[in-house]
């Protein structure tokens, strides 16, 4: 086969299995992730992204980009590693939870209600993966210098947009600084408020080796099941028996 | 009882109280904003002060059990005091807790309405309360006749007090004792599993994360009984020394019996904590060998050999050993190892957190939220100092105007 050929993009067809999985029965729906290493080229475009969507304060990250060297000069060898939650099946975090406020969702995606938390942290030292990180309340603009701006202070308006609430799990959340979630463990939620209308989480379409595949893991027609089977597939940490919706290509 | 250093240790609190109180508005103004710790460290100091008054509170729940439900005789004398002790104590714990929470308030009604029984930290509440509960009544049963007498012979502020805590009660006979004497012993029926549950529950709290070497044993909560027991029984047997009088022998005799205890458990602790020791550095595992070098060759090493090991365990031994049947050396001894019974719980929370748990995760971002380089801040430090002030001021008065120091008819008598 020539290599010239037209090759679609990624994004399209998991967009398309997106639209599939959003018309079936949302009982049989089994969100997963698939991260290839191989594609991986640690641009950390995929953390910045989500960042960005989520409105995620100094502190607080879903999905950091780990860095693992291995080798001695000159023979060294660098990989990354997108780490977001995992959203195990079989999830060492919800169980200490005390007061329900983390659980897996019907479509097995570990979720937090920030309403609920009580800000224990508990859950932080049960996650293996530390995929968990709490909100202290910290803020990018406290203590920096004002600048003029031409229309409104440089402050104001970074302030503004900080305290501008995110959107996660399609609510409606107070101003920051006016309660939850500062004060709660906060984690990666595979972007649920995006997928539920139709869009792939920001870090999947931010990739740009296209490292990062999303779907129903119950969709045999999917690419993210199609992924998990292949023989490079792996899951972290998997001795733990924790069972991990996202699985990694070696 | 010496109360020449009342007025010393009650200045010493108000001291403490106010020092502490720019560290309490500011941690209850700005919620957990001014702490050191993060999301890799995410349990700091006050927790470990909280596992701290949780010792402090195990050994004063053993002898109110041998006095009460063991019914062993020269306990008696201590009896209430240990009982109140244990109120104390779980007073102070609680506001550690309760400060260390993030989202505090929530923790008064979500217990209520949206609680998991999978989760230990549901059964530490339940049973935290029901210890509570256990607790006041005992207490109160235990001191009312006394308060009652008291309500018609003082003069004074006090009397009010004592007439509300009588609730309308002017005569305490001999029946009415024997009642409260049948509750007392009741509720140490009920105490006793409560109790073990309670402190069990907390090193099973611990022990069942798998992720977390150190902690993920079957030896956690048993190394957590007998620490608890072991502090808890030295701070009963310093408060033994200081407040029970030696007119008739009595605290010679109880200082004998808890001397030897304390000794026993010392030993028994050591042995356990070095089978922790020698266990972990024999799996040569990463994690578990990092985590240990953090306690004995890490920034704090000089917590774990010179507080611990020296002051808090060397000494005493020898003092326990060496000084025979000496009251004097059994309470110095007892003195230093509850004092310094905080850097056993230190060493125990922070190590086990200190280590990255994924490789690379400590280059990833720069932030002190996300760091396991953890070290107690003045916010952090501020705050426990006007807990623990708060908690020696409600027992310096407690001890003080009421009629916890031998309030039994069969104890010796309350010294003024």
């Given at each position: 086969?020539s290599?010239?050929?037209?090759?679609?993009?990624?994004?399209?067809?998991?967009?398309?299995?997106?639209?599939?999985?959003?018309?079936?029965?949302?009982?049989?729906?089994?969100?997963?992730?698939?991260?290839d290493?191989?594609?991986?080229?640690?641009?950390?475009?995929?953390?910045?992204?989500?960042?960005?969507?989520?409105?995620?304060?100094?502190?607080?990250?879903?999905?950091?980009?780990?860095?693992?060297?291995?080798?001695?000069?000159p023979?060294?060898?660098?990989?990354?590693?997108?780490?977001?939650?995992?959203?195990?099946?079989?999830?060492?975090?919800?169980?200490?939870?005390?007061?329900?406020?983390?659980?897996?969702?019907?479509?097995?995606v570990?979720?937090?209600?920030?309403?609920?938390?009580?800000?224990?942290?508990?859950?932080?030292v049960?996650c293996?993966?530390?995929a968990?990180?709490s909100?202290?309340?910290?803020?990018?603009?406290?203590?920096?210098?004002?600048?003029?701006?031409?229309?409104?202070?440089q402050?104001?308006?970074?302030?503004?947009?900080?305290?501008a609430?995110?959107?996660?799990?399609?609510?409606?959340?107070?101003?920051?600084?006016?309660?939850?979630?500062?004060?709660?463990?906060?984690?990666?939620?595979?972007?649920?408020?995006?997928?539920?209308?139709?869009?792939?989480?920001?870090?999947?379409?931010?990739?740009?080796?296209?490292?990062?595949?999303?779907?129903d893991?119950?969709?045999?027609?999917?690419?993210?099941?199609?992924?998990?089977?292949?023989?490079?597939?792996?899951?972290?940490?998997?001795?733990?028996?924790?069972?991990?919706?996202?699985?990694?290509?070696? | 009882?010496?109360?020449?250093?009342f007025?010393?240790?009650?200045?010493?609190?108000?001291?403490?109280?106010?020092?502490?109180?720019?560290?309490?508005v500011?941690?209850?103004?700005?919620?957990?904003?001014?702490?050191?710790?993060?999301?890799?460290?995410?349990?700091?100091l006050?927790?470990?002060?909280?596992?701290?008054f949780?010792?402090?509170?195990?050994?004063?729940?053993?002898?109110?059990?041998l006095?009460?439900?063991?019914?062993?005789?020269?306990f008696?004398?201590?009896?209430?005091?240990?009982?109140?002790?244990?109120?104390?104590?779980?007073?102070?714990?609680?506001?550690f807790?309760?400060?260390?929470?993030?989202?505090?308030?929530?923790?008064?009604?979500?217990?209520?309405?949206?609680?998991?029984?999978?989760?230990?930290?549901?059964?530490?509440?339940?049973?935290?309360?029901?210890?509570?509960?256990?607790?006041?009544?005992?207490?109160?049963?235990?001191?009312?006749?006394a308060?009652i007498?008291?309500?018609?012979?003082?003069?004074?502020?006090?009397?009010?007090?004592y007439?509300?805590?009588?609730?309308?009660r002017?005569?305490?006979?001999?029946?009415?004792?024997?009642?409260?004497?049948?509750?007392?012993?009741?509720l140490?029926?009920?105490?006793?599993?409560?109790g073990?549950?309670?402190?069990?529950?907390?090193?099973?709290?611990?022990?069942?994360?798998?992720?977390?070497?150190?902690?993920?044993?079957?030896?956690?909560?048993?190394?957590?009984?007998?620490?608890?027991?072991?502090?808890?029984?030295?701070?009963?047997?310093?408060?033994?020394?200081?407040?029970?009088?030696?007119?008739?022998?009595?605290?010679?005799?109880l200082?004998?019996?808890?001397?030897r205890?304390i000794?026993?458990?010392?030993s028994?602790f050591?042995?356990?904590?070095?089978?922790?020791?020698?266990?972990?550095?024999q799996?040569?595992?990463?994690?578990?060998?990092?985590?240990?070098?953090?306690?004995?060759?890490g920034?704090?090493?000089?917590?774990?050999?010179?507080?611990?090991?020296?002051?808090?365990?060397?000494?005493?031994?020898?003092?326990?050993?060496?000084?025979?049947?000496?009251?004097?050396s059994?309470?110095?001894?007892?003195?230093?190892?509850?004092v310094t019974?905080?850097?056993?719980?230190y060493?125990?929370?922070?190590?086990?957190?200190?280590?990255?748990?994924?490789?690379?995760?400590e280059?990833?971002?720069?932030?002190?939220?996300?760091?396991?380089?953890?070290?107690?801040?003045?916010?952090?430090w501020?705050?426990?100092?006007?807990?623990?002030?708060?908690?020696?001021?409600?027992?310096?008065?407690?001890t003080?105007?009421?009629?916890?120091?031998?309030?039994h008819?069969?104890?010796?008598?309350?010294?003024?």
């Amino acid at each position: 086969m020539s290599r010239f050929l037209a090759v679609e993009d990624q994004l399209a067809r998991m967009q398309r299995d997106l639209k599939r999985a959003l018309a079936a029965d949302p009982k049989t729906v089994r969100w997963g992730m698939v991260i290839d290493l191989a594609k991986c080229i640690g641009c950390h475009a995929c953390t910045v992204a989500c960042v960005a969507e989520n409105k995620l304060p100094p502190g607080v990250v879903y999905r950091p980009v780990l860095e693992e060297e291995a080798g001695t000069y000159p023979a060294v060898r660098r990989r990354f590693v997108p780490r977001p939650c995992l959203h195990c099946q079989n999830p060492p975090c919800t169980k200490v939870c005390p007061v329900t406020a983390t659980y897996k969702d019907a479509s097995g995606v570990v979720v937090v209600n920030y309403t609920r938390c009580i800000g224990c942290r508990y859950c932080l030292v049960a996650c293996p993966y530390s995929a968990r990180t709490s909100d202290f309340g910290d803020w990018y603009t406290r203590g920096t210098p004002e600048g003029q701006g031409v229309l409104q202070g440089q402050r104001t308006a970074a302030e503004g947009y900080e305290a501008a609430p995110a959107a996660e799990y399609g609510k409606k959340w107070p101003p920051r600084g006016k309660g939850s979630p500062i004060g709660n463990a906060r984690k990666c939620h595979f972007c649920l408020h995006r997928v539920a209308v139709g869009m792939l989480p920001a870090c999947v379409t931010t990739c740009i080796g296209r490292a990062t595949i999303f779907g129903d893991r119950n969709d045999a027609e999917s690419l993210v099941f199609e992924m998990i089977g292949s023989a490079r597939a792996f899951q972290l940490k998997a001795e733990l028996g924790t069972q991990p919706a996202v699985y990694y290509l070696a | 009882m010496h109360y020449r250093f009342f007025p010393l240790l009650s200045i010493l609190a108000v001291v403490g109280l106010l020092a502490g109180s720019y560290g309490m508005v500011d941690r209850l103004w700005n919620g957990l904003n001014p702490v050191a710790f993060g999301s890799y460290v995410p349990w700091g100091l006050w927790v470990a002060f909280y596992l701290f008054f949780l010792g402090l509170s195990a050994g004063a729940f053993l002898v109110t059990i041998l006095t009460y439900l063991l019914e062993i005789k020269p306990f008696e004398g201590i009896g209430p005091l240990s009982a109140f002790m244990v109120l104390v104590c779980l007073f102070c714990e609680m506001l550690f807790i309760l400060l260390d929470l993030g989202t505090m308030h929530r923790a008064f009604y979500q217990f209520f309405l949206t609680p998991s029984f999978s989760s230990l930290l549901t059964w530490m509440f339940v049973l935290f309360n029901l210890m509570g509960i256990i607790y006041t009544l005992k207490t109160y049963f235990l001191v009312r006749g006394a308060i009652i007498r008291k309500a018609q012979g003082v003069p004074g502020p006090l009397a009010a007090l004592y007439r509300l805590l009588s609730l309308g009660r002017r005569e305490y006979d001999a029946a009415m004792q024997a009642a409260d004497d049948r509750r007392v012993h009741r509720l140490a029926w009920i105490s006793l599993p409560v109790g073990l549950l309670f402190y069990a529950t907390n090193g099973a709290f611990f022990a069942i994360l798998i992720n977390r070497p150190i902690w993920n044993s079957a030896l956690t909560p048993l190394l957590f009984v007998v620490a608890a027991l072991l502090s808890g029984g030295a701070l009963v047997a310093f408060l033994t020394y200081v407040y029970v009088d030696n007119a008739s022998g009595l605290r010679d005799t109880l200082m004998r019996y808890l001397g030897r205890s304390i000794l026993f458990l010392l030993s028994l602790f050591l042995v356990l904590e070095a089978m922790q020791f020698f266990v972990g550095y024999q799996t040569g595992r990463t994690d578990i060998v990092t985590s240990l070098n953090h306690i004995t060759v890490g920034k704090g090493w000089w917590i774990f050999w010179i507080v611990h090991l020296g002051v808090g365990s060397l000494i005493p031994l020898l003092l326990l050993v060496f000084g025979g049947a000496n009251p004097r050396s059994s309470a110095w001894a007892c003195f230093l190892i509850f004092v310094t019974f905080v850097a056993v719980r230190y060493n125990f929370i922070i190590p086990d957190l200190a280590v990255y748990k994924l490789e690379g995760l400590e280059y990833v971002f720069r932030h002190p939220r996300l760091s396991t380089d953890y070290v107690p801040n003045l916010n952090e430090w501020l705050v426990s100092i006007w807990i623990i002030s708060a908690g020696l001021l409600a027992f310096l008065l407690g001890t003080r105007y009421l009629p916890i120091v031998n309030a039994h008819p069969r104890g010796v008598d309350h010294a003024a």
